[in-house]
């Protein structure tokens, strides 16, 4: 009877031994799988959802940007004749090279049917993704739908789509409640301003204006001359020069003019000068350096622009544009922050703005 007891204690240990040890073995692989996951993980957070780090930051957030080494990113401008559209493009060609990837770029020259070309014919190219600057939605719109209907990734410049995964755009609202503000103020609250409206249909343009009409419901002593004046793209100066002479014919009594872009403002400032309307203050927005020059002059009607970045604005829909590659989630929209430059406080804000100018 003890032997049995015995024998039945010996092999009640051996099991318990047993189980003892595949427990230890399960535990042991369970927290080796899960140490693995972990280290992917960590890697993954370091390189990019996978992706080599570039080691470049962020120009909006300072957060790292993935590489786009082996990339192939189209981009597509509108026109490079203007100083904004030239920065912006620039700062997209350079970032994607400073990223590693490779640009492959199509200029419309202004001419909507041969950009539209230019993009379809990128599209059977197949790169990585496109990058598609300015231009009026509605136009734009079809051969957008083409982009997204091929699988390839959209992002815009300046130009809102609903089939573009981010716009990198300046805060375009801000631009125009805070332009319309400081005109209304300068004013005394009281004046007749000169409209210059002949892009609506560009969304930037078009929230522009309606902010400056927005903030004027606080203004009633605020009059705006009708009918609205229109400018235009080719020869835009010289058109804004004769229409503003016009103008300050029409209505002598006009105290500032509004402009949506400021291309158009050199040929308003001469047209103010030679009037003899030194009186007349003009306002636009964008920053282009010979702009912000007459801003700067004294002796010069042009008083307050709400300068962008264009370069910076380019280079953001870069950085997002790699960081969706690596598989990382990005916001429909970044926005880069513009800068109110006007008589008073040009040189300050020429700093704030990193630019030098050409002041005799």
């Known amino acids: 009877m003890k032997r049995r007891m015995k024998k039945i204690a010996v092999l009640f240990m051996s099991v318990v031994i047993v189980l003892v040890m595949i427990g230890c073995s399960s535990t042991s692989e369970k927290s080796s799988k899960t140490g693995t996951k972990d280290n992917k993980e960590s890697d993954n957070k370091e390189t990019g959802s996978g992706n080599d780090a570039s080691g470049v930051k ?68 197949k790169p990585d993704a496109i990058i598609k600057q300015l231009g009026d939605a509605d136009v734009y719109e079809p051969v957008m739908k083409k982009i997204s209907d091929a699988g390839i990734p959209l992002f815009t410049v300046d130009l809102v789509s609903q089939y573009s995964i981010c716009n990198s755009t300046s805060d375009n609202y801000l631009i125009g409640e805070e332009l319309a503000r400081n005109m209304f103020e300068d004013l005394g609250g009281e004046g007749k301003i000169a409209v210059f409206n002949g892009f609506y249909g560009v969304r930037v343009c078009g929230i522009r204006y309606d902010m400056m009409k927005y903030v004027a419901k606080d203004y009633p002593g605020i009059e705006f001359i009708e ?23 029409k209505e002598p009594d006009v105290d500032a003019i509004w402009l949506a872009w400021d291309t158009p403002c050199i040929g308003v400032a001469q047209a103010c000068a030679e009037a ?24 010069s009607t042009m008083y ?57």
């Open 58 to 125: 962020g120009v909006l957030d300072g957060m790292d940007v993935p590489s786009l080494e082996g990339y192939t990113i189209g981009v597509a401008v509108l026109g490079t004749d203007h100083e904004f559209d030239l920065h912006a493009y620039q700062g997209q060609i350079d970032r994607i090279k400073e990223l590693g990837g490779e640009a492959v770029a199509v200029d419309g020259e202004r001419n909507d049917q041969k950009h539209i070309a230019d993009i379809e014919n990128m599209i059977t190219q």
């Open 227 to 249: 009918p609205e004046l229109q400018d235009v793209i080719t020869g835009a100066a010289e058109d804004a020069r004769k229409k503003t002479l016009d103008l300050l014919t």
């Open 276 to 299: 003899g309307r030194e009186e007349v203050k003009i306002y636009a927005v964008d920053g282009s350096s010979t702009v912000l020059e007459l801003v700067a002059d004294q002796n």
């Open 304 to 360: 307050g622009d709400m300068a962008q970045n264009p370069y910076q604005i380019g280079q953001a829909a870069v950085d997002q544009c790699a960081r969706y590659l690596a598989g990382e989630q990005v916001p429909s929209t970044v926005y880069s922050a513009p800068v109110y430059v006007n008589k008073l406080n040009w040189e300050t804000a020429i700093k704030e703005l990193g630019i030098e100018l050409n002041i005799k």
